[in-house]
């Protein structure tokens, strides 16, 4: 446990006491993109703030800084295993403290309402409950380590399209029963430390300065932490200073944000009240203290006997680990977890009896696809992060030992990647690689840095070459070595101009500039790119030089974010499909690995469609045609459409599986691990009936109220592809009985739910026992049912186990004339292994 000391009240407001107005206000925003500004007179040192949910960043954001990359958070969300997710919490608390952060601006707890919504992979799950169980261990794991959790983005920020402004409309009841559920039950149960408030407006109030801040934050759930503003979030002096906003993002506030010196002049003109100035800094202190950033001994008030405490330890200084947990996790440690966590996420959706393989006797494993060789880990936006490796499917596969032959099958992306090895090398030719040159207004070099990428990112500055203002131009120097004959596309990717040359002469000079309306991080991710042919003959070397002036790009203020980029000879669709369906029927099994792109799934924006990118669903139906023997690896952070289902022997869905998807692959397939699975969201069939995220007129209305998910589903009498809470394993169960004691004494539970299921298979398994609650006959207006609570167990073979539930008050609960209210009556519980399959049911009467 973090037992760090918090100083009571009255001392933290002692250290606001010694503080000028000017001092206090400077520390409402921040001091950089990153952090908090020190403050000597209050004993405060420096605090760092880092995305993310997949894996902690850290300052700095490119290669030479790597970052574990756990699954995704729907991922974990698919495990539905807390204790597994409060794991991860405390890993990426490890990774925190190694890269110098104190608080982690993650879990997004941001609901699945509509599997458009780009940030999908970051959220857990559509439904309350299970987010709520997910966040709750996942903050748990990350402050019992002493980092602060920032859960975001409070509230009714899930999808990305004009998310800076759009206005949703949500009446009061799904507001509370859906969208602030999770944040409530991470607040009251987690005690998290820090939280987000969101871009967008609510009912007509920009987040930043909404009343509910206040109301729900404060007021109802009794929260004490830190609210800190989504990145850029805070739009106005006054009314965002009177709101419970506390910590405006990113700093300074001369270049960002509306507060410093004009909120100094609000409080001088009595606009905003000092003391309310106080409290946010009483707060940020607070934060400090928790994460080990306050001094515990500073300032000593010998004529306050109020402000004495015991003796304790002194605070750890910022970035060392309270609890010690930091020495369970070295590379080998961090790599079993993240293999473990991967495959206990995969969701085995369908299966004929071909999984798992057996590998006595297996021939050639055809792998195909676009994402076999080169996999999505995680998704795109400011949850990127750079793992220290990645294994793909493909390496996976090999590693297991299994005679595998590979074809890429289709293209699915449409933006042209980062030059990598095999054809990038340093301009000396001695690794893969690049040499970034950074140049002074005068002409003069300012500094040198060697690269292991040709994707390079700087922020706040270019490090030791020099401050942004101080860097006009930079050179990027490499050289691209053809491993095939054929006409090579090298280009650029980035905003403002470009000059590109090969062997000294120019084949490209551009300035690039984003469309009116782009989301801030789509110019930062996803800018536009410009290629130009060259033509290579087999082993041909050519020396490549990128000129950029720094100062062109509208983005410089934040940062400079530019990919040499580089597409290597291939056939055609046509070519590389017959190629793979031909490697098919050749072979003992195909392994088609199939997904979504950084194009189509992303921060910054909105899926425009559900369907697989490219030609994938033709490569899946023509590969399985060649070859009945056919798994599809489904390797998205959301649900794509599957017309194919019912051609292929199996379907494995596998997220954004972190670093160690393509192990975790080859353990499920092969058997040694089971596809521990269950769908946090529900998979559907088509479009038809897909909540839109498009505003109108600025404009989102909630008009689905409380049926979002398979709530939606159950209310309209549609089938989905897949329900929520699917998946299968590798043995069967059975569910032999359910009982229900009401008002359990002393357990805080208005039911205590006891099924029983026996494994029926020939192996130990793992099942995710689930019950929903519904009220029939009920007065008020509600879903079909809804989940009340699970529980993850594993059993051998023929083995019987008793699975205790508990279901909490709330669960019963529906929101009315601004309170929680229990209608009496009777309420139907029913478990079983999915939405959509209750084989056991049981009532509880309710006064």
């Known amino acids: ?39 000597p007179d209050a004993g405060l040192h420096r605090v760092v703030l880092s995305d993310g949910p997949a894996g902690v960043r850290g300052e700095t954001w490119d290669e030479r800084d790597t970052s574990a990359n756990v699954p995704s958070p729907t991922a974990l969300a698919a495990t539905w295993d807390c204790d597994r997710v409060e794991g991860i919490g405390a890993l990426l608390a490890h990774e925190a403290r190694r890269k110098g ?19 999908h992979f970051e959220c857990f799950s559509e439904d309350p409950l299970l987010t709520a169980r997910i966040g709750v261990a996942y903050v748990r794991g990350l402050q019992r ?23 949703v409309r949500v009446d009061e009841r799904t507001l509370r029963e859906l969208y602030l559920a999770p944040f409530e039950a991470i607040v009251r149960e987690a005690g998290v430390w820090a939280v987000m408030a969101a871009y967008n407006e609510v009912n007509g109030t920009t987040m930043t300065e909404s009343p509910l801040l206040r109301e729900i934050l404060y007021d109802d759930w009794d929260f004490d932490g830190l609210v800190v503003s989504d990145w850029t979030a805070t739009r106005s002096t006054v009314a965002a200073a009177n709101a419970a906003l506390d910590l405006a993002m990113p700093g300074p506030a001369s270049q960002f944000g ?103 006797g297996l021939g050639q494993v055809a792998v195909i696809g676009p994402n076999a060789e080169v996999a999505r880990t995680l998704g795109g936006g400011s949850a990127t992060v750079f793992p220290p490796y990645t294994i793909s499917p493909l390496d996976g596969l090999r590693a297991a030992g299994l005679d595998v032959a590979f074809a890429p099958g289709a293209l699915a992306h449409l933006r042209t990647s980062a030059a990598r090895a095999p054809w990038l090398l340093r301009p000396d030719g001695t690794g893969p690689g690049t040499e970034v040159r ?189 070859n009945p023997r056919t798994v599809v690896v489904v390797n998205s952070g959301a649900p794509v459409l599957m017309p194919w289902t019912q051609e292929v022997a199996a379907v494995l869905l596998t997220w954004f599986g972190g670093q160690e998807f393509g192990h975790a692959l080859a353990d499920v397939l092969l058997g040694d691990a089971e596809p521990g699975g269950r769908l ?70 208005r039911a205590a739910v006891c099924v029983q299921v026996r494994n029926t298979g020939p192996r130990r398994g793992r099942e995710v026992v689930q019950v929903y609650a519904s009220r029939p006959g009920s007065a008020v207006a509600r879903p079909f049912k809804w989940l009340a609570g699970f529980a993850v167990i594993e059993a051998e073979p023929g083995e019987t186990v008793d699975v205790g539930i508990g279901i909490p008050e709330r669960v019963f609960q529906h929101w009315s004339a601004g309170g929680w209210t229990l209608e009496p009556g009777t309420f139907a519980l029913a478990a079983g292994p999915s939405s959509a399959s209750l084989p056991l049911a049981a009532d509880v009467e309710l006064t």
């Open 680 to 749: 946090p969201t529900t998979w559907p069939a088509s479009e038809a009936g897909v909540l839109s995220t498009r505003p109108v007129d600025g404009v989102l209305t909630y008009t689905e109220g409380l049926r979002i998910g398979y709530r939606g589903y159950d209310r309209d009498g549609r089938a989905p592809l897949y329900p929520f809470g699917h998946g299968t394993g590798y043995t069967t169960w059975s569910y032999e009985s359910i009982t229900v004691d009401r008002n359990v004494p002393g357990s805080g539970l």
């Open 145 to 167: 380590a002493g980092i602060a959790g920032c859960v975001k983005h409070f509230v009714a920020n899930d999808s990305e399209t004009e998310r800076m402004t759009v206005d």
């Open 258 to 360: 509306p507060w410093g010196d004009a909120l100094a002049v609000a409080v001088a003109d009595g606009l905003v009240d000092e003391a309310s100035i106080d409290d946010k800094v009483v707060r940020i202190l607070r934060l400090a203290a928790r994460v080990g950033g306050l001094d515990p001994n500073f300032p000593n008030y010998p004529d306050s006997d109020s402000l004495q405490h015991p003796p304790t330890q002194p605070n750890p200084t910022p970035h060392q680990d309270p609890t010690g947990a930091s020495a369970r996790y070295g590379p080998a440690e961090i790599s079993r977890d993240l293999r473990a966590t991967a495959a206990a996420s995969f969701v085995l959706a369908g299966n004929d009896g071909l999984l798992p393989l057996h590998r006595s």
């Open 1 to 39: 446990m973090n037992d760090t000391f918090v100083p009571p009240e009255d001392e933290l407001r002692a250290r606001v006491a010694r503080l000028s107005v000017e001092q206090k206000i400077r520390l409402l925003t921040g001091a950089d993109f990153w952090a908090l500004y020190p403050e």
């Open 438 to 626: 950074f140049f002074a207004p005068s002409g003069e070099l300012a500094g040198t840095e060697w690269r292991e990428s040709a994707g390079l990112r700087w922020m706040s500055g270019f490090g030791p070459a020099g401050a942004a203002e101080s860097i006009v131009r930079l050179e990027v120097s490499c050289v691209i070595r053809a491993t095939d004959a054929g006409q090579y596309s090298l280009g650029v990717s980035g905003l403002g101009h470009f000059r590109l040359l090969v062997d000294g002469a120019e084949v490209l000079d551009a300035t690039l500039s984003l469309p009116a309306g782009a989301d801030v991080v789509e110019a930062l991710m996803a800018p536009p790119q410009q290629l130009a042919p060259v033509k290579l003959a087999a082993g041909q070397s050519v020396s490549v030089l990128l000129e950029h002036d720094v100062h062109s790009s509208p983005m410089a203020n934040i940062g400079t974010f530019i990919e040499l980029t580089l597409e290597v000879p291939h056939g055609t669709d046509d070519e590389e499909i017959a190629a793979a369906v031909s490697l098919a029927a050749a072979s003992d099994v195909a392994v088609v690995v199939v997904g979504t792109t950084a194009e189509v799934e992303s921060e910054g924006f909105d899926r425009t469609s559900l369907a697989l990118p490219g030609r994938q669903d033709e490569l899946v139906r023509r590969v399985a045609a060649a």
């Open 101 to 119: 952060v104190d608080v982690l601006l993650a879990p997004t707890v941001n609901l699945h309402r509509s599997p458009y919504g780009g940030r």
